[in-house]
């Protein structure tokens, strides 16, 4: 391992390991790990969001990557400046903001 894990996806039989400096996919059978690309300036963060993709962040720029450790979208999402978090609401927490109004 590079460096200590600052973020982790389960992506069916891989992990997606978010280290200080890069990302790698790690395949749950052979023991392989294969480096994705680096994080630039950001913390790693990943994000599941289902239909086997990921979220994951570099620099200002977060990146759809599919389970296979191949970048699923021609863009991605550009933010003003290097995000503190990213995260995902589900169906369920969007029916509980409707019902109780926040």
Known sequence: MPDS???????????????KKEYNMINLS?????????VGKGTPMAVPLGDQQIL???????VFVGYDGKITKKYGLTWSEVPLGIGKITDLD??????HQI
């Open 30 to 38: 052979t023991g392989a790990m294969s480096e994705l690309f680096s």
């Open 56 to 62: 994951l962040n570099r620099d200002h720029i977060s």
């Open 5 to 19: 894990v600052k973020s982790i996806v389960w992506c069916d039989q891989a992990l997606c390991v978010g280290f």
């Open 94 to 99: 969007r029916d509980f903001f409707i019902r």
